[in-house]
């Protein structure tokens, strides 16, 4: 786990490179709506472009986690079907639902059936290396769809933006990673984050946890938590005194948001519960969005050793997928 945790910034260039080589603009036009389907560790790609399309692009961009195909699909729509392995049930699902639709489509895949089911019915397919759990592709699954979707003329990343998310993938905080694995470790974990363009980083947390760590950790977006869930900072007693809230914050955060946070870090102390805020690095945005994003991905794994268990195991998923109880 630990080597391709660290092979994120590779992984990043060479994923930029298998986007920049394939040719977008010639197989797709007039793009309006963008709904990206993908499952697990193929979705949180599709969360992260979504982040970056509703800042930079009119275009409306969906993430869609089930086989169900949306009635308001039509030619001016591009359809991406993110399946690491190929494998995926519900992407399959929904790819074979999609035949009789005027929509464009587009698969991204190592392989498998879907990668056999895009040649069938001659839908470009933009493949990118196997081999490793979908969780830890993440670059690949991400940057590469980034100057496909630039060739359509949605939005542009500037150069000195994709330098420095390589840079700050390079450099991992790893002794801040392992104390705050430390404080964490035992806890329930309750993610926070702005609604937008952070919220990606909740969502990749807690599934990262999840499945590295093997612990149950929540996310909500702000400020719709100080409307319901800061009121269930109260019971059982027993466990808010074994809950941490993260909130995951950015210096783009407006003023009465913060403000909020810190009255809201309060009444969570008073209950017993404990407080940690972890704020965003970086200059641009994208930047400070995989600066948290890197930063969970390395704390799953310290948690995962402090529970000693095994970061790579999917147990209870493959179990799931074969249909035992």
């Not at 986007?19 to 990206?36: D, Q, T």
């Not at 639709?101 to 587009?106: H, Y």
């Not at 069938?120 to 993440?138: D, S």
Request: aromatic share 8%.
């Amino acid at each position: 786990m630990e080597a391709w945790l660290s092979s994120l910034p590779v992984q990043a260039a060479e994923a930029l490179a298998l986007g920049n080589s394939f040719s977008a603009r010639n197989r797709f036009s007039r793009i309006r709506k963008v709904l990206f389907f993908g499952m697990g560790g193929s979705a949180i790609g599709g969360d992260i472009l979504r982040a970056i399309m509703d800042d930079r692009s009119n275009a409306l961009f969906n993430v869609c986690r089930e086989s169900r195909w949306p009635r308001w699909m039509d030619a001016e729509t591009l359809v991406i079907f993110s399946s690491y392995s190929g494998n995926t049930g519900e992407i399959l699902e929904a790819f074979k639902q999609s035949v009789k639709s005027k929509a464009q489509r587009l698969v991204l895949t190592s392989g498998g059936r879907l990668q056999a089911l895009a040649r069938k019915n001659k839908v470009p397919c933009l493949q990118i290396p196997g081999g490793m759990p979908p969780r830890c592709a993440l670059g690949f699954m991400t940057f590469s769809l980034l100057p496909v979707l630039e060739k359509l003329g949605h939005f542009k990343i500037p150069s000195a933006e994709i330098r420095e998310v390589l840079s700050i993938l390079r450099k991992v905080p790893r002794s801040e990673i392992k104390r705050l694995a430390k404080q964490l470790s035992g806890q329930s974990i309750c993610l926070y984050s702005a609604a937008g363009f952070m919220q990606a980083a909740a969502v990749r947390w807690r599934a990262e946890i999840a499945e590295n760590a093997k612990m149950l950790a929540s996310h909500h977006a702000l400020p719709e938590m100080f409307h319901n869930e800061i009121e269930g900072w109260a019971h059982p007693v027993r466990a808010v005194r074994r809950s941490t809230a993260v909130f995951l914050t950015d210096h783009e955060d407006p003023a009465d948001l913060k403000d909020k946070i810190k009255a809201a870090s309060k009444i969570i102390q008073s209950r017993g519960g404990r407080v940690v805020n972890l704020a965003s690095r970086g200059k641009t945005r994208l930047a400070r969005l995989f600066s948290l994003i890197v930063f969970g991905d390395w704390l799953s794994y310290e948690l995962a050793l402090l529970n000693r268990v095994d970061p790579i195991s999917i147990d209870a998923i493959a179990a799931l997928k074969q249909g035992k109880k």
